[in-house]
């Protein structure tokens, strides 16, 4: 299914976070979110996968207003890995993976014999499954990181939203799971800081700037020098990937008069 939000803004206490959003994620395509921090890219996320309600505007998925639904619905067609999404409960890697089936199931209903094997092929996956029998809070935080993305795949959305999903995660797996997003052809949603991750893994790029998308389109429209000077104030330089023809930004260190560094 599709994603769409439709001139979606948030208000909170008065500070306007998000004004007039307006996103299309389309069936199978990854699209990112960059920009500055406090521009409202967590805000926008929150909205879909209601933990906030936009103060305007409408966000759907597949056509129907995700308000519409009940919680349970929207919880089987929306996975999110959020940043504040750990636990302090010391369950075990495969009880929290499990717990990606919590949806579909009602009360103490026990996972079937199919929806095991999928925990463990998604474990497997993510380099976890030497981890199973191990406490969470043992684990470092590249690894926590890698137990809630298989929680969120495990649960077999049809949207998947994630909020700097490679948060704590080394070289290798950074690209074995945004790699995984893109192979799964997965509707995905992501916040990603590092813009050269950005242009590796999106298909397109929303670029938001004081709660307002001020560019969007391929990561080649998209990162351009002017903008990541006007959006990000750091001058660089934007070349082709010698591979992949995906841009790479080089940043440069440049000392203003004041001594201070951009």
Request: aromatic share 2%; glycine share 10%.
């Amino acid at each position: 299914m599709d994603l769409r939000l439709d001139a979606v803004s948030v208000a909170v206490d008065g500070a306007s976070l998000v004004r007039d959003l307006s996103l299309h994620v389309a069936r199978g395509r990854v699209v990112g979110l960059i920009g500055p921090n406090g521009s409202g890219k967590s805000t926008a996320l929150r909205c879909v996968y209601r933990a906030l309600r936009p103060t305007r505007g409408t966000v759907r998925i597949g056509g129907d207003d995700l308000s519409a639904l009940t919680l349970r619905q929207s919880a089987r067609r929306v996975a999110a890995l959020t940043q504040q999404g750990g636990s302090d409960l010391d369950f075990t890697v495969e009880e929290v993976v499990a717990l990606g089936r919590a949806p579909h199931k009602r009360g103490n209903e026990p996972l079937t014999g199919a929806e095991r094997e999928l925990c463990r092929r998604v474990m497997d996956r993510l380099d976890l499954l030497r981890l199973a029998a191990r406490g969470v809070l043992s684990l470092s935080g590249g690894e926590r990181q890698r137990v809630l993305v298989a929680r969120a795949l495990v649960q077999e959305p049809e949207v998947l939203v994630l909020d700097e999903p490679t948060n704590h995660l080394d070289i290798r797996h950074q690209v074995e799971v945004l790699s995984m997003l893109r192979d799964d052809e997965l509707t995905v949603l992501v916040v990603l800081h590092d813009l050269n991750l950005a242009a590796a893994a999106c298909d397109r790029i929303g670029v938001l700037h004081q709660g307002r998308i001020v560019a969007e389109g391929s990561p080649g429209e998209v990162l351009t020098a002017q903008l990541v000077r006007d959006v990000f104030g750091v001058e660089a330089c934007v070349v082709a990937h010698p591979v992949t023809g995906s841009p790479q930004v080089l940043y440069s260190l440049v000392s203003t008069p004041e001594g201070r560094w951009t």
